[in-house]
């Protein structure tokens, strides 16, 4: 019947015709091309993820990012403290400053402590907030046995108040990590408070992100009023010094989406084929990206401190697909590791804090105190610089590991027998 009517109509009709049931197999033909996609994006969707909580227990691309951030974060401080600052541009100074001590072991180490309250044995907000008030507490007395305990006792030997007491109020009420992740932990508990959507949390911490990019070199006039704000956007002084380090509203966004992460970590039933397909997404995005910002020194890898730790909402979500790449890669490592490798990161990853406090320590009784007072000077080789990194790394591990299984309970004990 329709060839009868399609042959009965003139050459014009059947043009129309002809276009018109062209259009529809087209239009047909991309609804049924939406739906496969669509289906084959779900099919791996189920076929990684569970919709209960699978995957209990030590995570090894977690603990292995804490063994990298263990193993390079003396070498990082050693050579931003004891090489020229002009040297810090170029060749390994920069790799350590800006390179390994920019996106590969700090922005890592966030995400992971995001992931690991999922992960804790005490997930409750309560819990989360008053963890994050100890460790903002330690930021400070770390910030004391660090700057103001050696800065006095430098100025009582040297007597020398241009370096150690001009300074010293500053460095004892400066911000660092460990007030950054107190202020994130006690974010994320208050999160949980209000029971937000995972997605809310993110887009939150990404907000805050951009506009703490737009507000990066505010100055407001005053020492003690950049202090104050220094600990939520990147504050500078009249004369471009920076005031402020790992800046709350810059950073939220990498334990943010860390603990947001560790929640689908927890439902991934085949972490294989996931980080198969991540980790080669991770390297395609970020790879051009830092050969096109070191060649041109750019960005977090530009010159001076205010690029990277006031970071950009650019670099740091390059920090954050970074991050996954990196755990993908640390996953498949694991997977061919000894038992004995395996107990050893996990090890380490506990004694973490207790380390990044210790080696602190060391780095100011021997470059700020013993260097300084001894030679005039604390500028080192390269070399040199490498080796008190290690000596430096392998000494705190052990103090670090002593006090965790050893010292820790014992004084502990005799404080709670001895009220």
């Known amino acids: 019947m329709k060839d009868r009517f399609f042959q009965g109509c003139s050459k014009f009709k059947r043009q129309e015709i002809l276009q018109t049931d062209l259009q529809n197999e087209r239009k047909v033909s991309k609804v049924v091309n939406k739906k496969s996609l669509w289906g084959i994006f779900m099919e791996l969707i189920n076929q990684i993820f569970a919709k209960e909580n699978v995957n209990s227990g030590r995570q090894m691309e977690i603990d292995l990012a804490k063994v990298v951030f263990v193993l390079m974060v003396a070498a990082v401080h050693i050579t931003i403290d004891c090489v020229p600052e002009e040297a810090l541009s170029t060749g390994l100074p920069y790799v350590f400053d800006s390179v390994i001590g920019g996106p590969m072991i700090a922005p890592g180490l966030m995400f992971a402590m995001g992931a690991c309250l999922v992960y804790s044995r005490r997930q409750g907000w309560k819990d989360i907030f008053h963890r994050g008030i100890f460790i903002f507490i330690l930021g400070f007395v770390l910030n004391l046995c660090r700057y103001t305990i050696p800065d006095l006792i430098g100025y009582a030997i040297s007597g020398d108040a241009e370096r150690y ?16 992740a107190g202020l994130a932990l006690m974010t994320i508990a208050l999160f949980l408070k209000l029971k937000l959507k995972d997605g809310v949390m993110v887009g939150i911490a990404l907000l805050g992100s951009m506009a703490g990019t737009l507000l990066n070199g505010v100055d407001v006039g005053s020492v003690s009023g950049n202090m104050i704000l220094g600990y939520f956007v990147g504050v500078e002084d009249a004369a471009g010094e920076v005031l402020s380090y790992f800046v709350y509203l810059n950073w ?117 105190l013993g260097l300084y007072l001894i030679r005039g000077t604390q500028i080192l080789p390269m070399p040199w610089i490498l080796v008190l990194a290690v000596l430096v790394t392998v000494v705190s591990l052990v103090l670090a590991d002593l006090w965790m299984h050893k010292w820790k309970n014992i004084v502990f004990r005799k404080a709670r027998n001895n009220p």
């Not at 007491?165 to 950054?180: A, E, H, K, S, V």
């Not at 927890?266 to 972490?271: A, C, E, F, V, Y």
């Not at 750019?298 to 670099?315: A, K, N, P, Q, R």
Request: net charge positive; glycine share 6%; charged share 15%.
């Open 165 to 180: 007491l001009d300074p010293i109020l500053y460095q004892t009420f400066n911000n660092d990590i460990f007030q950054f």
């Open 252 to 368: 939220l966004i990498m334990p943010v989406s860390g603990y947001v992460f560790g929640k689908l970590l927890k439902r991934m039933k085949d972490k294989d084929l996931f980080y198969r397909m991540a980790v080669p997404v991770c390297l395609l995005v970020a790879v051009p990206y830092y050969v096109l910002h070191i060649r041109n020194r750019i960005g977090m890898f530009g010159l001076g401190e205010s690029c990277y730790y006031h970071v950009t909402t650019s670099d740091v979500l390059i920090c954050l697909v970074t991050a996954i790449g990196m755990y993908g890669i640390y996953y498949f490592i694991g997977k061919h590791l000894p038992q004995k490798a395996v107990a050893a990161a996990y090890r380490i990853g506990a004694d973490m804090t207790a380390f990044y406090f210790i080696h602190w320590l060391f780095v100011a009784a021997v470059i700020y």
